[in-house]
């Protein structure tokens, strides 16, 4: 076996590129998601806390909390590029939020997600 064809299929059973042509997953996008937008979860957190403080909910939608954020620009890019974020990432922060805020537990309804 030449060098190249060695080189080749170290590279095609590299563990570290094994699997890199499959689709992420929604979770991964959502990990990826949320580092290149860390205020995210702090503006949904502190709308999810008035929402049932001021406002007497005792639930209220993610997705309801995701269009406030579309709306009010409350999260800057740093890009300078209009905020975005895809509707499936709703039901993840909804269930973050739930787990790093326990005084949030029970707020948003949430289903078994279909990758679970």
């Known amino acids: 076996m ?15 590129t094994l699997f ?5 997953t929604i979770q991964q996008r959502f990990e990826d998601w949320l580092a290149a937008h860390p205020g995210v979860m702090e503006e949904f957190v502190r ?9 007497g909910h005792d639930r209220y939608s ?11 620009g409350l999260v800057q890019r740093a890009d300078g ?3 975005r974020c895809n509707n499936v990432f709703s039901s993840r922060l909804a269930r973050l939020a739930m787990q790093q805020h326990p005084d949030l537990a029970g707020f948003f309804e949430t289903r078994s997600l279909k990758s679970e």
Do not use: C, N, V
């Open 47 to 55: 709308i999810a806390r008035t929402l049932k403080s001021r406002d």
């Open 20 to 24: 890199d042509h499959l689709p992420r």
């Open 2 to 16: 030449d060098g190249e064809s060695s080189d080749r299929m170290t590279q095609e059973h590299d563990p570290m």
């Open 62 to 72: 993610s997705d309801g909390i995701l269009h406030i954020l579309r709306w009010e």
């Open 81 to 83: 590029e209009k905020f």
